[in-house]
Every structure is written in structure tokens, then in C-alpha cells.
């Protein structure tokens, strides 16, 4: 069984910045695909940043303010998030896809005041 934890939500004020990190329980290093997700409060799961055989894609409403990036050797996932809005507010969760199994992490709530 593989678990994610997710870590570096708080609150933050508009304008500022956070980094998300995910803890992989296993070796990163032969996992293809990681992804970060968010909810919002009445709004449905949306595909935040996905890292995949090196490439990353981003919410096309997020790039330039959000980067996702990986640590092998510390087998954790991250997420950058600059110029945060009010609008980013959600609780983000990471995912990973091992052998077309997901697995999930509990999520991490990231709130933004104005």
C-alpha cells in the first residue's frame, strides 16, 4: 500500500506564496505520474498541475503563479503556489498513478485572505 501526505497548507494573504509538499511511502523514482488537485468548497475536484516523464502541464487559469516539481531522492512531491488569490483557496491534495492504480493523498487545506 502506498501512502501520500501532504503538508505546508495554512492561511495566507493575498499576494503571498506557499509550497505544498507530498510524501511518497515508497521509491519515487519509477513513478510516471504525479498530480495535484484542489476543491473548493461547493465546486467540483479540478486537475491542478500534473508532472509526467519529466513534462509538466498546468490549469491553463495557473500557469505562470504555480509550479509543480518532484525530489526523487526525498521521494515527495511539490507545489509551488505564488500571487496567491482568495480564488486558490481549496483544500489541494496530491495523486499519484502506479501501475493504473491511484492513490491519494488526505489533503492539505490552503487558505487565502483578502
Known amino acids: 500500500q502506498v501512502q501520500l501526505v501532504e503538508s505546508g497548507g495554512g492561511l495566507v494573504q493575498a499576494g503571498g506564496s506557499l509550497r505544498l509538499s507530498c510524501a511518497v511511502s515508497?521509491?519515487?523514482?519509477?513513478?510516471?505520474?504525479f498530480d495535484w488537485y484542489r476543491q473548493a468548497p461547493g465546486k467540483q475536484r479540478e486537475l491542478v498541475a500534473r508532472?509526467?516523464?519529466?513534462?509538466?502541464t498546468y490549469a491553463n487559469s495557473l500557469k505562470g503563479r504555480f509550479t509543480i516539481s518532484r525530489n526523487n531522492a526525498k521521494n515527495t512531491l511539490y507545489l509551488q503556489m505564488n500571487s496567491l488569490k482568495p480564488a486558490d483557496t481549496a483544500v489541494y491534495s496530491c495523486?499519484?498513478?502506479?501501475?493504473?492504480?491511484?492513490?491519494w493523498g488526505q489533503g492539505t487545506q490552503v487558505t487565502v485572505s483578502s
Open positions: 508532472i509526467s516523464a519529466g513534462t509538466t
Open positions: 515508497r521509491s519515487t523514482f519509477s513513478i510516471n505520474t
Open positions: 495523486r499519484a498513478l502506479i501501475a493504473n492504480q491511484e492513490y
